[in-house]
């Protein structure tokens, strides 16, 4: 039986991951210098591996993040369902204390499982799951793709790592996620399972 592999990557660092600033889905924000050193870090330990395919968000952060593989010619496709979470009226604005209570009070009903809330104007993560399904879709109906990279972003990423293998939402945050790290699953057809969780070893000299 062959076995899809699928490494899955946060974009790098952007000015607004440093400053604080809330970015999802609508903030199509740029990697720093931080950002492009971890880009290239992880493409000079990674261009080895046989890719058929990249997928990426449709959001510039993630295209960069894996230019190095596409200057290579691998085949590119990108999907909104794949962007990260709206945060509606708070995205391009700096966390205040004030905003901070209601972010973490969003926070709190996921953990207990109301994941259909969302902060005005922006998503859920349920929401957010329904939009990832027709891409899931195309992960797993691609057995011609053996060996494929996939580039998203934080909060988004922890609702693609909960559906593929089998957690509630609400479990999401088990799913740490840094600035360019990476997740290797396995799918065997049926079934999702984690080879590497975190990985950060490629970014040891990005500082």
């Given at each position: 039986m062959s076995v899809k592999k699928i490494y899955l990557i946060r974009h790098g660092q952007t000015d607004f991951n440093v400053r604080g600033i809330v970015q999802g889905s609508g903030v199509d924000s740029s990697l720093n210098e931080a950002g492009r050193r971890q880009a290239a870090r992880f493409f000079a330990a990674y261009r080895h591996v046989p890719f058929d395919k990249v997928y990426t968000s449709v959001l510039q952060r993630t295209h960069q993040s894996v230019q190095g593989f596409l200057e290579l010619g691998l085949p590119h496709e990108q999907h909104a369902g794949l962007n990260e979470i709206s945060w509606g009226t708070r995205e391009g604005t700096r966390i205040t204390p004030e905003e901070d209570e209601e972010y973490h009070r969003v926070l709190q009903d996921w953990k207990a499982g109301r994941t259909h809330v969302r902060m005005e104007g922006g998503e859920?993560?349920?929401?957010?799951?329904?939009?990832?399904?027709?891409?899931?879709?195309?992960?797993?109906?691609?057995?011609?793709?053996?060996?494929?990279?996939?580039?998203?972003?934080?909060?988004?990423?922890?609702?693609?790592?909960?559906?593929?293998?089998?957690?509630?939402?609400?479990?999401?945050?088990s799913f740490e996620h840094h600035n360019l790290?990476?997740?290797?699953?396995?799918?065997?057809?049926?079934?999702?399972?984690?080879?590497?969780f975190l990985d950060t070893r490629h970014l040891q000299e990005a500082v």
């Amino acid at each position: 039986m062959s076995v899809k592999k699928i490494y899955l990557i946060r974009h790098g660092q952007t000015d607004f991951n440093v400053r604080g600033i809330v970015q999802g889905s609508g903030v199509d924000s740029s990697l720093n210098e931080a950002g492009r050193r971890q880009a290239a870090r992880f493409f000079a330990a990674y261009r080895h591996v046989p890719f058929d395919k990249v997928y990426t968000s449709v959001l510039q952060r993630t295209h960069q993040s894996v230019q190095g593989f596409l200057e290579l010619g691998l085949p590119h496709e990108q999907h909104a369902g794949l962007n990260e979470i709206s945060w509606g009226t708070r995205e391009g604005t700096r966390i205040t204390p004030e905003e901070d209570e209601e972010y973490h009070r969003v926070l709190q009903d996921w953990k207990a499982g109301r994941t259909h809330v969302r902060m005005e104007g922006g998503e859920s993560p349920d929401d957010v799951a329904v939009r990832q399904r027709p891409v899931i879709e195309l992960l797993t109906s691609r057995p011609e793709e053996e060996t494929v990279l996939v580039c998203m972003h934080g909060r988004a990423m922890r609702v693609l790592l909960c559906q593929l293998l089998g957690y509630p939402l609400s479990q999401m945050d088990s799913f740490e996620h840094h600035n360019l790290c990476l997740y290797q699953l396995d799918y065997t057809g049926s079934l999702f399972t984690v080879r590497s969780f975190l990985d950060t070893r490629h970014l040891q000299e990005a500082v």
